[in-house]
């Protein structure tokens, strides 16, 4: 009798052991969700000012047709994203082809004084804060879900209830990892 009441007991343990484990992935899992869709509505905010940011210098720089290309290409890339990890990647060479057009604003001082332009570098300033602070928020989520599936004992449950590691927002280029210099 004691020995039954004692299985019964560890069965109903262990079904409430398993039930908050499976939940606590569900509600990580959504949290993922949650943090790469904020990330995603600042990169949309960035893919919709990008043209006209674009065209904008355009007008000032007719002969640097090719960097202006590689940055709409690569807006354009980013945009069609189909999952966090081709998001991730798409951005990464978004970031690197705007960097060749923030070098090249550099060259036109009448374009820098362009009001037009600087309302649209603000903006995009403004966005690009928001970005990083979406990534930070992202991986920071990630980390505690990746963390969570990958702890012994739920990592037995995780892969049996097929929940798997989510990439972090990386720098994937290892040129950005470099110190800035700075020269007078």
């Not at 499976?22 to 990330?39: C, D, G, H, L, Q």
């Not at 060479?93 to 600087?118: C, M, R």
């Not at 004992?153 to 280029?173: D, I, M, S, T, W």
Request: no cysteine; charged share 25%; aromatic share 10%.
């Amino acid at each position: 009798m004691v020995i039954g009441i004692l299985a019964v007991v560890a069965i109903v343990l262990l079904a409430l052991w398993l039930i908050g484990t499976y939940n606590a992935f569900v509600r990580f899992r959504n949290k993922t969700e949650e943090a790469f869709s904020a990330m995603d509505i600042s990169l949309k905010k960035r893919y919709d000012l990008l043209p006209n940011f674009v065209e904008t210098v355009k007008g000032y720089a007719k002969h640097e047709r090719e960097t202006l290309e590689a940055v709409i290409a690569a807006r354009n890339q980013a945009v069609q994203s189909h999952s966090a990890e081709e998001t991730i990647k798409n951005e990464n060479v978004l970031n690197t082809t705007l960097k060749s057009l923030f070098a090249l604003t550099e060259s036109y001082p009448d374009l820098k004084a362009d009001q037009n332009f600087l309302a649209l570098q603000n903006q995009l300033s403004r966005i690009e804060e928001e970005i990083a602070g979406s990534r930070r928020y992202y991986n920071g989520v990630i980390n505690k879900y990746n963390t969570r599936i990958e702890m012994f004992p739920g990592n037995l449950l995780a892969g049996l209830f097929g929940f798997q590691r989510k990439p972090l927002y990386e720098v994937q280029e290892i040129y950005e990892r470099d110190n800035v210099k700075i020269t007078f």
